[in-house]
C-alpha cells in the first residue's frame, strides 16, 4: 500500500522552516527520501533504517518513528534550490534478500520556495 | 563519473505494439530498477536486477519484462501496449541495490497512442 504523505503542497518563503510527513499502515524497515525537480530525474536524499539513527544532511534532515510506521523530512532555513517534488518510498522488508515488491513511493510533497 | 544513461528519450508506439527501453546504469553499479512515473499513480515500482538476475518485483502486469546483462546494462520490455502504458520509464541504479542509494536516470518518455 502507498504511504500517505502530507502536505500535499506548501509554499514557504526562503529562509523559512518546513516539514514533510510520510504515514504507512505496513510495518516499516525502510524509508528512502528523494526530491525530483519539474522534468529532472528524482535525486537521493536519504535513508533511514529500522534501528537505525536520525539521518541529516546539512539543513536537511529526518526521523523514523518504527512504533507509529512514520517518517518525517525536515528543511531547515529553506533555499530556493529546495523547490521541488518529495517523495517518500517505503519497503516492508530488506530489499537485498530478494523476493520483496521494491519501494513503495508516496505521491509526493510539492514544496514551492519564494524569495 | 558518467550518470546513468537512457535510451531512447522520446517514443511514440501504437496501441498492441512491442517496445523496449534501454538503461546504462553507473559504471561499477551492479543493481538496476525500473520505475513507471504516471501524474495520477506517481512514482511505481516495477522490478530490480542485481547481477542479471531479477530480485524484486512489483505489482505489474506480466507484458512488463526484463533482462539485465553481465555488464549491467538492462533493457525493459512491454509487449500488447495499452493506452495507460504511456508513462514516463525511470531506470535507477545503485551499487548494492534499491536498499541503498539510488541514482535515476533522466527517463524515456512513453506516449501510445
Known amino acids: 500500500q502507498q504511504p500517505v504523505q502530507s502536505p500535499q503542497a506548501v509554499i514557504l518563503r526562503e529562509g523559512e522552516d518546513a516539514v514533510i510527513n510520510c504515514s504507512s499502515s505496513?510495518?516499516?524497515?525502510?524509508v528512502h527520501w528523494y526530491r525530483q525537480k519539474h522534468g529532472e530525474a528524482p535525486v537521493f536524499l536519504m535513508i533511514l533504517l529500522k534501528g537505525g539513527e536520525q539521518k541529516g544532511h546539512e539543513k536537511i534532515s529526518a526521523s523514523f518513528n518504527e512504533k507509529k510506521q512514520q517518517s518525517s523530512l525536515y528543511l531547515t532555513a529553506s533555499q530556493l534550490s529546495y523547490s521541488g517534488t518529495y517523495f517518500c518510498g517505503t519497503a516492508s522488508v530488506s530489499l537485498t534478500g530478494g523476493g520483496a515488491d521494491g519501494l513503495t513511493f508516496g505521491k509526493g510533497t510539492h514544496l514551492i520556495i519564494q524569495p | 563519473k558518467a550518470g546513468v544513461t537512457q535510451t531512447p528519450r522520446y517514443l511514440i508506439k501504437t496501441r498492441g505494439q512491442q517496445v523496449t527501453l534501454s538503461c546504462s546504469p553507473i559504471?561499477?553499479?551492479?543493481?538496476v530498477s525500473w520505475y513507471q512515473q504516471t501524474p495520477g499513480q506517481g512514482l511505481q515500482f516495477l522490478f530490480e536486477y542485481f547481477s542479471e538476475t531479477q530480485r524484486n518485483k512489483g505489482n505489474f502486469p506480466g507484458r512488463f519484462s526484463g533482462r539485465q546483462f553481465s555488464n549491467s546494462r538492462s533493457e525493459m520490455n512491454v509487449s500488447t501496449l495499452e493506452l495507460g502504458d504511456s508513462a514516463l520509464y525511470l531506470c535507477a541504479s545503485s551499487l548494492v541495490g534499491a536498499y541503498y542509494e539510488q541514482y535515476f536516470g533522466p527517463g524515456t518518455r512513453l506516449t501510445v497512442t
Open positions: 505496513k510495518a516499516l524497515y525502510s
Open positions: 559504471s561499477g553499479h551492479r543493481s
